[in-house]
């Protein structure tokens, strides 16, 4: 077995869509993939046809929140969601809008602050997303000549706290984990590493989060084995996954260039079956 278990399609800010995804891991020989987009369950909606074939990569549910914490950038998976769930999709819904009005907002700021773009122009960018985000605004910008790459966008411009920045609705890290057990998934903090900072991290662990991605590309082997002590300290699942996105300048640039132990997704489809 070798898995991913932290990728985004095209229904939010990836590149590809749900299907070029499943098609680019079964030819890499991933024997499981999560579909974590952020805010929407479109992405997994688009496969939900597609008849298990043996062999074949096997897809988790997922999905990826981000938390209202002023300061940090806390994110947190929810797998094996029920994308049928009634009061997630009232969430999913309400961020969706919000995203909508802040992309035009974001377009106003950067206009005044000199960087014009068209707004119609995200719009197309963003394509099929459900959920309209910052790396949708940052390839408009690029297209433009306004910057180099894309990381220079967000550094100058787009980051929390920076001149472009508007933050979209979110709900607390509590709610987010809450939300996420009442629609049967499993609450597991993404990449802590980017934040790092423990206290938070144990503030989150009593909040109730059931997992801790350990396994991130842009953890240091020092962050991975400190969130792994953490993890199974405190009971915890580990998992871990590329973050692919498919953009341009971001590793990993393939799906199965980063995979993570098979032992982590078996412990985390057994505790599917040990939820409450
Ligand atoms: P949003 O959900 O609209 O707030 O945008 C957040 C997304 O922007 C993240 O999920 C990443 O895909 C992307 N992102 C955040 N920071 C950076 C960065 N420094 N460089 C490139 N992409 C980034
Ligand atoms: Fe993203
Ligand atoms: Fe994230
Ligand atoms: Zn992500």
Known sequence: MTADLHIHTNASDGLFSPQEILTKA???GLTHIAITDHDTVDGLLSLQNNTPVPGQTAVIP???FATDLPQ????????FIDTAHS???RQIKIIAANRQERAELM???LKKLGYPV???RVREIAGKATAIGRPHVAAALLEKGYFRNISEVFTTLLEKNKPAYIPHYKLSPQDTIALIKSADGIPVLAHPGLVNNDELVLEIIESGIQGIEVYHPRHSAEQISRYQALAEEHGLLLTGGSDFHGIAGRFPSQLGEYTIPDELVSRLLQSRHEQP
């Open 26 to 28: 079964c030819a890499v």
């Open 72 to 79: 940090y950038e806390v994110h947190i998976l929810g797998y």
């Open 62 to 64: 997922g999905i990826e």
């Open 87 to 89: 009061e997630l999709n």
């Open 107 to 109: 377009v106003h700021k």
């Open 118 to 120: 068209n707004y119609q």
